[in-house]
């Protein structure tokens, strides 16, 4: 499979569009394309990086997790890829409704949303942070909004230990026990 065969399935004008509905879409496995997406957050394609973003936006939107598998996919091709961390980096965050209130947080791809009930806090084994941005796709909260969260952070004593959260909108951001 080809990238321009699938690039040429896509809207590529760059106009914001609302995201395809991949979860509804079963079609058949049409093999591996040598894509992959760093645990940077960067794409690559046969070694080498994107250079234009709207193109990996609109790969991104018909990005599909199952299983531990990536796939890209549109009505007629599912196409594995190859995904060394996660597909997303947590890039930029904000208040919004002043300090405390909700918290409005955004991908290096532009995904924004509120953190919470729908887009929720994992901490991994290793005490990565991650956030679900969309279906079971994740961001990685990146070493710089960790830095920024832990040093605005509340500490609370827990029979595991010191906790440091952040209070955001009714909802707790626990960034890990220490």
Same mark, same amino acid.
């Given at each position: ?17 609302? +995201? ?12 591996? %394309? ?44 599912? %196409?594995? %890829? ?7 980096? +947590? ?17 290096? +791809? ?10 929720? +806090? ?29 040093? %605005?952070?509340k500490a609370r004593q827990t029979p595991q230990g010191t906790e440091l959260f952040l209070p955001c909108g009714g909802y707790e951001l626990v960034l890990g026990h220490f």
């Open positions: 499979m080809s990238l321009e065969k699938i690039t040429s399935q896509l809207n590529l004008s760059g106009k914001e569009k609302k +995201l395809p509905p991949v979860e509804l879409w079963d079609p058949p496995y049409c093999g591996e %394309i040598n894509l992959r997406i760093k645990k940077d957050g960067s794409w690559y394609h046969n070694d080498t990086v994107f250079k234009r973003q709207n193109l990996v936006k609109l790969f991104a939107s018909v990005l599909k997790k199952e299983g531990q598998d990536y796939f890209l996919v549109t009505p007629v091709e599912k %196409i594995k %890829i190859t995904v060394e961390d996660v597909p997303f980096i +947590l890039s930029q965050w904000s208040w919004r409704q002043g300090e405390y209130g909700e918290m409005q947080v955004a991908t290096s +791809l532009g995904d924004e949303f509120i953190l919470g009930e729908n887009h929720p +806090l994992h901490i991994s084994d290793n005490g990565c942070l991650y956030i679900t941005v969309r279906r079971n796709l994740l961001a990685k909260v990146h070493r710089n909004v960790f830095y920024q969260w832990a040093d %605005i952070a």
